[in-house]
């Protein structure tokens, strides 16, 4: 339960050598009766600690996939994984089942989408929590192990955690369940936690206490988050940083401001004017990005968001790379083959709103 | 908790309730011979054939007839006229030790060997060992019990003398006791074992999906033990479910076959004879006793849910 230098808060950049998560080049492909299926192609970004890096995207864009990645859950007889995921320098990608195993849970913690579904129903929450506990270290023994988990079952806000770590998980409501995860991933103090989609499945009350919660981990204990998600409300809640994905590929990288009020990609653009907007009067319907996410199967020869872009010209048919576009912004990278200035001017489909299209 | 089960085993009481009066129906009502005649054997005298239907109330209204019969069953005092005059009750209650003997003993082996195939064969699904356990598995499903049971009398223990050939030792010599029951307990097992195997397989790949699983495994936990504590673990309903019934057949007097051709005189040995003579005050007992070892099964099977699942414990107002 020791905090290792490398894993305690360290100023981005700095003396401390690199990054606390680096990832490079991450490619993972899936080979299907279809074919192969390149879910990710691609992924390079840094966390540092303490900051909350959002990845945003729609359904199969390979957002999921990459998180399980980090950590191995993906590794299978069919899975193809390549680039390279380095945890305070440290390679993962080259790491044994069994050396991985001590990396998860106790220096990389997952909480996942659906807490219903998320803890085995057989085992009261006290349990799993222990569990988790004594399988880093075996020395600690159950009493302890016990107390400790009452202490971070009220650490994330369970009233009465002395008589509900006895409680199933079924016992428990939705948010309580995903409080408990949240408890779980944090009981060896990991130094990164990933959360793929961790509201999709609550009402909005309970979402915003959970991101609250998620908030206040991440910088009480200088906890890196890579949060997982499809809900632009939730990233601007919380994100330092984003990444926006879509078949497989980094569309779009850059801090919040940035993705917020100067996106750059066609496909954030519908993102953000799919939002509703409270502070703006409501147009009769809400924009949506016509089409459907492609297959990755079948990818659109070029750039993939090609058939759903109303701006596409010539140049599409050729991929475009992720590039800084901006010079006065060289952090801030986009997919798109459109010109800068171009940009702010197609973006702009009504005064103070930036979407994909005129709303009808 | 209690009064789970405490409401199932009134639920199982009912059951029996109308499984007993089936049963006389079906022996006594719907049958258009003079039942008294059949009860009474082949060469029964008049005067043997009125004591029976004095004895068995066939002079009486249906109700009656129940009454009378069900008592005469259930307080031991029913003779069997085609069976050598024998007290049904007791042959049942002499042939206890032997089928329990035999299908304790068999379960211990199917349980064992089924789910150590099974588990093997789910953690390596469609790989060499899944393969070469399934193809065992589907010859042990295949393999009929009557055929097994010769095949294993002519081999075993005619040309190489390695078991005695058939009957029963009590529990007082255990070596002997062993040694006599080791083929019946294989030939029972064999069919089961392999059933078993691939219902756990089956029903472990469905757990493997499962998001509580991939929660397992992002805690760090060791391959194995996600296997056993959350996969196996949450695998195990149907088998029980199979066990309750199988096992609950086995002991009311199912095993009819095994029990015949390795001369092991307990209850599916008696059914047997019963059905031989068509002796129906035996075949109704016998009826009754096993419909009681299914439903006292059955009731086991469902308190042990309630242990294997704790979200079916606390739904007492369902149940």
Same mark, same amino acid.
């Given at each position: 339960?020791?905090?290792?230098?490398?894993?305690?808060?360290?100023?981005?950049?700095?003396?401390?050598?690199?990054?606390?998560?680096?990832?490079?080049?991450?490619?993972?492909?899936?080979?299907?009766?279809?074919?192969?299926?390149?879910?990710?192609?691609?992924?390079?970004?840094?966390?540092?600690?303490?900051?909350? @890096?959002?990845?945003?995207?729609?359904?199969?864009?390979?957002?999921?996939?990459?998180?399980?990645?980090?950590?191995?859950?993906?590794?299978?007889?069919?899975?193809?994984?390549?680039?390279?995921?380095?945890?305070?320098?440290?390679?993962?990608?080259?790491?044994?089942?069994?050396?991985?195993?001590?990396?998860?849970?106790?220096?990389?913690?997952?909480?996942?989408?659906?807490?219903?579904?998320?803890?085995?129903?057989?085992?009261?929450?006290?349990?799993?929590?222990?569990?988790?506990?004594?399988?880093?270290?075996?020395?600690?023994?159950?009493?302890?192990?016990?107390?400790?988990?009452?202490?971070?079952?009220?650490?994330?806000?369970?009233?009465?955690?002395?008589?509900?770590?006895?409680?199933?998980?079924?016992?428990?409501?939705?948010?309580?369940?995903?409080?408990?995860?949240?408890?779980?991933?944090?009981?060896?103090?990991?130094?990164?936690?990933?959360?793929?989609?961790?509201?999709?499945?609550?009402?909005?009350?309970?979402?915003?206490?959970?991101?609250?919660?998620?908030?206040?981990?991440?910088?009480?204990?200088?906890?890196?988050?890579?949060?997982?998600?499809?809900?632009?409300?939730?990233?601007?809640?919380?994100?330092?940083?984003?990444?926006?994905?879509?078949?497989?590929?980094?569309?779009?990288?850059?801090?919040?401001?940035?993705?917020?009020?100067?996106?750059?990609?066609?496909?954030?653009?519908?993102?953000?004017?799919?939002?509703?907007? @409270?502070?703006?009067?409501?147009?009769?319907?809400?924009?949506?990005?016509?089409?459907?996410?492609?297959?990755?199967?079948?990818?659109?020869?070029?750039?993939?968001?090609?058939?759903?872009?109303?701006?596409?010209?010539?140049?599409?048919?050729?991929?475009?790379?992720?590039?800084?576009?901006?010079?006065?912004?060289?952090?801030?990278?986009?997919?798109?083959?459109?010109?800068?200035?171009?940009?702010?001017?197609?973006?702009?489909?009504?005064?103070?709103?930036?979407?994909?299209?005129?709303?009808? | 908790?209690?009064?789970?089960?405490?409401?199932?085993?009134?639920?199982?009481?009912?059951?029996?309730?109308?499984?007993?009066?089936?049963?006389?129906?079906?022996?006594?009502?719907?049958?258009?011979?003079?039942?008294?005649?059949?009860?009474?054997?082949?060469?029964?005298?008049?005067?043997?054939?009125?004591?029976?239907?004095?004895?068995?109330?066939?002079?009486?209204?249906?109700?009656?007839?129940?009454?009378?019969?069900?008592?005469?069953?259930?307080?031991?005092?029913?003779?069997?006229?085609?069976?050598?005059?024998?007290?049904?009750?007791?042959?049942?209650?002499?042939?206890?030790?032997?089928?329990?003997?035999?299908?304790?003993?068999?379960?211990?082996?199917?349980?064992?060997?089924?789910?150590?195939?099974?588990?093997?064969?789910?953690?390596?699904?469609?790989?060499?060992?899944?393969?070469?356990?399934?193809?065992?598995?589907?010859?042990?499903?295949?393999?009929?019990?009557?055929?097994?049971?010769?095949?294993?009398?002519?081999?075993?223990?005619?040309?190489?003398?390695?078991?005695?050939?058939?009957?029963?030792?009590?529990?007082?010599?255990?070596?002997?006791?062993?040694?006599?029951?080791?083929?019946?307990?294989?030939?029972?097992?064999?069919?089961?074992?392999?059933?078993?195997?691939?219902?756990?397989?089956?029903?472990?790949?469905?757990?493997?999906?499962?998001?509580?699983?991939?929660?397992?495994?992002?805690?760090?936990?060791?391959?194995?033990?996600?296997?056993?504590?959350?996969?196996?673990?949450?695998?195990?309903?149907?088998?029980?479910?199979?066990?309750?019934?199988?096992?609950?057949?086995?002991?009311?007097?199912?095993?009819?076959?095994?029990?015949?051709?390795?001369?092991?005189?307990?209850?599916?040995?008696?059914?047997?004879?019963?059905?031989?003579?068509?002796?129906?005050?035996?075949?109704?007992?016998?009826?009754?006793?096993?419909?009681?070892?299914?439903?006292?099964?059955?009731?086991?099977?469902?308190?042990?849910?309630?242990?294997?699942?704790?979200?079916?414990?606390?739904?007492?107002?369902?149940?």
């Amino acid at each position: 339960m020791s905090v290792t230098p490398e894993t305690a808060p360290a100023p981005a950049g700095g003396a401390g050598g690199g990054p606390l998560l680096a990832v490079e080049n991450l490619r993972v492909g899936f080979a299907t009766e279809d074919g192969r299926v390149q879910a990710v192609d691609g992924v390079n970004f840094t966390l540092e600690p303490g900051e909350v @890096l959002a990845i945003v995207g729609e359904s199969g864009s390979g957002k999921s996939v990459t998180a399980q990645t980090l950590i191995g859950l993906t590794r299978s007889p069919n899975s193809h994984i390549e680039g390279s995921v380095r945890l305070s320098g440290e390679e993962l990608t080259t790491k044994s089942e069994r050396e991985l195993q001590k990396v998860r849970g106790s220096k990389i913690a997952m909480i996942f989408q659906d807490p219903m579904t998320s803890m085995n129903p057989v085992y009261t929450v006290g349990k799993q929590i222990i569990e988790a506990i004594r399988a880093h270290d075996s020395s600690v023994n159950r009493r302890d192990a016990r107390g400790q988990a009452v202490e971070l079952l009220g650490a994330v806000g369970i009233p009465d955690p002395e008589r509900r770590v006895n409680d199933y998980p079924h016992e428990f409501s939705g948010g309580m369940r995903q409080r408990a995860m949240i408890a779980m991933g944090l009981a060896l103090e990991p130094s990164v936690l990933i959360a793929d989609e961790p509201t999709t499945a609550l009402d909005v009350t309970i979402q915003a206490q959970i991101l609250h919660l998620i908030q206040d981990l991440n910088r009480s204990r200088g906890l890196a988050t890579i949060l997982i998600t499809h809900d632009l409300g939730v990233v601007a809640e919380v994100a330092d940083r984003v990444l926006v994905m879509y078949g497989g590929k980094v569309v779009e990288q850059g801090t919040l401001d940035d993705i917020f009020y100067d996106p750059q990609h066609p496909y954030t653009w519908g993102l953000l004017g799919s939002l509703t907007r @409270l502070d703006q009067p409501r147009p009769h319907r809400l924009p949506q990005i016509s089409g459907a996410p492609p297959s990755l199967l079948n990818l659109p020869k070029g750039c993939a968001f090609r058939p759903r872009c109303p701006h596409e010209f010539g140049k599409c048919s050729e991929v475009p790379s992720l590039a800084a576009h901006l010079l006065e912004d060289p952090k801030h990278l986009d997919r798109c083959w459109l010109d800068a200035e171009k940009k702010r001017q197609l973006r702009q489909v009504e005064p103070n709103r930036i979407g994909l299209e005129e709303p009808v | 908790m209690l009064r789970f089960a405490v409401r199932r085993l009134i639920g199982a009481i009912a059951v029996l309730f109308a499984i007993s009066v089936l049963v006389f129906l079906i022996f006594n009502v719907v049958p258009a011979t003079n039942p008294a005649a059949r009860i009474a054997g082949k060469n029964a005298t008049p005067q043997l054939i009125k004591n029976v239907e004095e004895e068995w109330g066939f002079n009486k209204s249906l109700p009656e007839q129940y009454w009378t019969q069900m008592k005469l069953i259930f307080t031991g005092k029913a003779t069997s006229y085609s069976l050598a005059h024998i007290n049904i009750d007791q042959r049942i209650l002499e042939g206890i030790p032997q089928t329990a003997s035999l299908c304790i003993g068999a379960a211990i082996i199917w349980l064992a060997f089924g789910i150590f195939f099974g588990y093997i064969s789910a953690i390596r699904a469609g790989g060499f060992v899944d393969r070469f356990v399934t193809v065992i598995a589907l010859i042990g499903i295949s393999m009929p019990v009557f055929w097994l049971a010769s095949i294993f009398l002519y081999y075993l223990t005619y040309k190489v003398e390695l078991f005695p050939a058939s009957g029963y030792v009590s529990l007082s010599n255990p070596a002997e006791w062993a040694k006599h029951l080791i083929l019946p307990w294989v030939c029972l097992a064999v069919l089961f074992a392999g059933f078993y195997s691939r219902v756990l397989r089956s029903s472990m790949l469905d757990v493997m999906n499962e998001d509580y699983v991939r929660t397992a495994r992002a805690k760090g936990l060791s391959q194995r033990r996600v296997m056993v504590r959350h996969v196996l673990r949450n695998s195990l309903i149907p088998i029980v479910t199979l066990f309750g019934l199988d096992f609950g057949v086995l002991i009311g007097g199912g095993a009819i076959v095994t029990e015949s051709l390795f001369q092991i005189e307990g209850v599916g040995y008696f059914t047997a004879e019963a059905l031989n003579q068509q002796d129906f005050p035996s075949i109704m007992a016998v009826t009754i006793f096993g419909a009681f070892f299914i439903v006292l099964f059955n009731t086991i099977v469902d308190i042990a849910y309630a242990y294997l699942d704790p979200r079916i414990r606390l739904g007492t107002s369902a149940a």
